[in-house]
T-cell receptor
Framework: DAKTTQPPSMDCAEGRAANLPCNHS???????VYWYRQIHSQGPQYIIH???NNETNEMASLIITEDRKSSTLILPHATLRDTAVYYC????????????FGEGTQLTVNP | NAGVMQNPRHLVRRRGQEARLRCSPM?????VYWYRQLPEEGLKFMVY????????ESGMPKERFSAEFPKEGPSILRIQQVVRGDSAAYFC?????????????FGPGTRLTVL
């Protein structure tokens, strides 16, 4: 699986968009980009994933650059409950489904 | 539709005892994964199982740890002769199939404390 790099921490004001970057410059063509989050030591929660097209669901949007070397997770209207550690993971279908979690980004949403 | 269930949520053991952690996957899911999160550290993959088969145990410690997912009943992560360093949160996840494009859904975890 490709290594991913994320900033260790970010702050965001409540109600504003939170844009969380992830660098995956060595990603291969068949590796997907996944985002999970972990709220205060609860079980990780799936957010979204994509291969090369931008994706949107009820939780967030995922923007993947054309060269696929980086991506951005967007929480359009952050709330206090979005305070969590966000993990960006690159995972190849043949990796045996193992998710390799890095350090993630601690997002703090401030009132 | 119930999510992934883990029990117990908290488990306290003394050094040398055995710990049994149980995981019931989501309905319709036949693939189970176990991860461990040591205090102040990230999540680490331990083992991936299908019904009655261990598919990938590359993250399991070589001794004292074992896992099973029988044809009937929950998946069990068993730790024999626990030591203080086993104190951690153990998370189980499940997916409908065994490919990485499947979303893994995580349970709430079991927090093991070894005294």
């Amino acid at each position: 699986d490709a290594k991913t790099t994320q900033p260790p921490s970010m702050d965001c004001a409540e109600g504003r968009a939170a844009n969380l970057p992830c660098n995956h410059s060595t990603i291969s063509g068949n590796e997907y980009v996944y985002w999970y989050r972990q709220i205060h030591s609860q079980g990780p929660q799936y957010i979204i994933h994509g291969l090369k097209n931008n994706e949107t669901n009820e939780m967030a949007s995922l923007i993947i650059t054309e060269d696929r070397k980086s991506s951005t997770l967007i929480l359009p209207h952050a709330t206090l409950r979005d305070t969590a550690v966000y993990y960006c993971i690159a995972s190849e279908e043949t990796s045996g489904s193992r998710l390799t979690f890095g350090e993630g980004t601690q997002l703090t949403v401030n009132p | 539709n119930a999510g992934v269930m883990q029990n117990p949520r908290h488990l306290v053991r003394r050094r040398g005892q055995e710990a049994r952690l149980r995981c019931s996957p989501m309905k319709g899911h036949s693939h189970v994964y176990w991860y461990r999160q040591l205090p102040e550290e990230g999540l680490k993959f331990m083992v991936y199982l299908q019904k009655e088969n261990i598919i990938d145990e590359s993250g399991m410690p070589k001794e004292r740890f074992s896992a099973e997912f029988p044809k009937e009943g929950p998946s069990i992560l068993r730790i024999q002769q626990v030591v203080r360093g086993d104190s951690a949160a153990y998370f189980c996840a499940s997916s409908p199939r065994g490919i990485s494009t499947d979303t893994q859904y995580f349970g709430p975890g079991t927090r093991l404390t070894v005294l």
